[in-house]
C-alpha cells in the first residue's frame, strides 16, 4: 500500500488516506435512464412551455404530448 511508503511527505500519506477513505466511502452511480426518457422530458418541457405561453390550450397539450410520447417510446 502507498501510505507505508517511506519516502512521502506527510501531506502527501495524507492526501492517500482521504483518497483511500473516499473510496471506501463511495456509491455506485445512478443507473441511466431509459433510452428515451431524455427525449420524453424534452417533450413534456416543450408541451409545458406551449401550455404556459399560451401556445396551445392544456386540452390540446396533453393528448399532442401522449401521442407524441408514446410515438418516441415505440421508437417511431
Known amino acids: 500500500m502507498l501510505l507505508k511508503g517511506s519516502d512521502l511527505s506527510a501531506s502527501e500519506k495524507q492526501v492517500l488516506a482521504y483518497t483511500d477513505l473516499a473510496l471506501k466511502n463511495a456509491f455506485a452511480p445512478p443507473q441511466a435512464g431509459p433510452a428515451a426518457s431524455t427525449a420524453v422530458s424534452d417533450l413534456l418541457l416543450k408541451t ?29
Open 48 to 76: 409545458s412551455q406551449d401550455i404556459a405561453f399560451k401556445k396551445i390550450s392544456i386540452q390540446q397539450g396533453v393528448p399532442k404530448f401522449l401521442a407524441d410520447a408514446g410515438k418516441t417510446l415505440d421508437g417511431k
